[in-house]
């Protein structure tokens, strides 16, 4: 509040030096003066200014710069400075009288410059704004983070320059590589314009940002490390909300960590798009509520569109149908539908999540069918290679009385398997 009292005050001065006939008065220049050592007072707390506020100092200040001459007639600033000490950086205790031929034809328009400069930073700062926002979650990678915090800083060093304190360093950085002073206008203007551009290219690349975060994600589920992989999705569906696929991942991170009710929502946001995927994990989810007839409904519908060249989703559908179907002591039918799952185990290279569970369901069925001699082939073939993908598909074998089964498979898709070195990528 300080600040904007201090900036009402120079308004008001400049405003009746603006509308004066005559030569401003000692009286009314000091005046000027003062309240400008006011808000540079007020600048260096630290407060805050809106991109309005900056746009009007800026102004104004210009306008002060325009009536040196008549400052520099009007005032006795030499006896002012002895008298009252003030700052280098008070540039306006400094005003010096220049002739019509040093004043170059470029300042003419720094107004203009400069409201286009202020311009486009209200634009980068919208973009920052949404930038912020998005990039709340999960943690941004070096790769994003080098465009966005390049931007940032840059941001911060143009508003800077707007406040006293940052005048000087831009000044020096621009005699540096040597842009004549009539030129800082339209400097800090190319900078701005630079920022703008950076900006809209970031913006223009949110949903590549959005599918690298999902691909991220997708690596670190898979290695079983499920709070890093929630992280990346949790900021792929804020940047790139149009991809279905990120509602699935992230339904599959709850049912892996046992949230079923949180899982659902995710994949109810899919179903109505008719993907298989849906179907299928909305069935498992049906599966772990025990609801059997809602589970076989959306698995064979989800078998109904699933494609053929999707290996690994013909497997978990199939799976998943005879499970239920096992559930409900259909052993013909379950045998048929798992049987399926096996032999598409088998032609999928690489130990995927839940893959090897098909052969602990058949051992089961086989079991339920006395016929000892195979199912003791499907569960050797089980403890080697069954890997949950859920925590609902390793309570089976709890549920199923088969604990010397849970003591010995591989649950590193269930719970954090970075210290197994089998699922390193």
């Known amino acids: 509040m300080k600040l904007e009292f201090a900036l009402a005050q120079y308004t008001d001065a400049l405003a009746h030096l603006k509308l ?7 009286i009314a220049i000091l005046h000027i003066l003062v309240t400008r050592d006011a808000i540079k007072e007020a600048l260096s707390e630290k407060t805050q200014l809106s991109v309005e506020s900056l746009a009007k100092l800026l102004e104004l200040d210009n306008f002060l710069k325009q009536q040196a001459n008549a400052i520099a007639r009007g005032a006795k600033l030499a006896e002012w400075r002895s008298t009252f000490h003030p700052s280098p950086e008070a540039w306006w205790w400094f005003l010096e009288p220049t002739s019509d031929e ?24 919208a973009y920052m704004t949404t930038f912020a926002q998005l990039f709340a979650t999960g943690g941004i990678s070096f790769a994003e983070s080098f465009g966005l915090l390049g931007q940032g800083g840059l941001l911060l060093t143009v508003i800077h320059t707007l406040q006293d304190t940052g005048q000087e360093q831009i000044k020096n950085i621009l005699k540096k590589l040597n842009i004549a002073p009539q030129f800082h206008s339209q400097a800090t203007l190319g900078i701005t314009a630079m920022l703008l551009l950076a900006s809209v290219g970031v913006y223009n690349s ?5 599918d690298w975060n999902y691909r991220e994600g997708k ?10 992989a929630k992280g990346k999705y949790e900021q792929a569906a ?3 909300p149009n991809n279905w696929e990120i509602p699935i991942a992230l339904g599959q991170i709850y049912e892996s ?6 899982a659902r929502k995710e994949y109810e946001k899919v179903l109505n798009l008719g993907e298989a995927r849906a179907f299928n994990n909305l069935g498992r989810v049906y599966i772990s509520k025990n609801d059997r007839v809602t589970a076989e409904t959306l698995l064979r519908m989800g078998l109904q569109r699933v494609r053929k060249e999707d290996a690994q989703l013909n497997y978990e559908l199939h799976l998943n149908l005879g499970w239920i179907l096992l559930k409900q002591k259909q052993y013909q039918a379950a045998e048929k539908e798992i049987r399926q799952a096996v032999a598409i185990d088998q032609a999928i290279e690489g130990k995927q999540l839940g893959g090897g569970m098909a052969y602990c369901l058949l051992e089961d069925v086989l079991e339920e069918k006395k016929d000892t001699k195979e199912a ?15 925590l609902e598909q390793y309570k089976w074998f709890i549920e199923t009385g088969k604990q010397d089964f849970a003591d010995q498979i591989d649950t590193t898709g269930v719970v954090n398997g970075e210290s197994n070195p089998s699922t390193q990528p």
């Open 257 to 262: 960590l046992g949230s079923i009710d949180l």
């Open 376 to 390: 003791s082939r499907w569960r050797k073939m089980c403890l080697e290679s069954a890997r949950p993908e859920t």
């Open 219 to 228: 690596k670190l589920y898979e290695r079983g490390l499920l709070e890093k």
């Open 238 to 240: 804020k940047i790139n």
């Open 206 to 210: 949110l949903p590549r940002i959005g």
């Open 102 to 125: 040093e004043v170059s034809p470029s300042n003419r328009l720094d107004w203009l410059f400069n409201g286009l400069t202020i311009a486009g930073l209200a634009g980068v700062a």
């Open 20 to 26: 004066a006939k005559s030569e401003p008065s000692e």
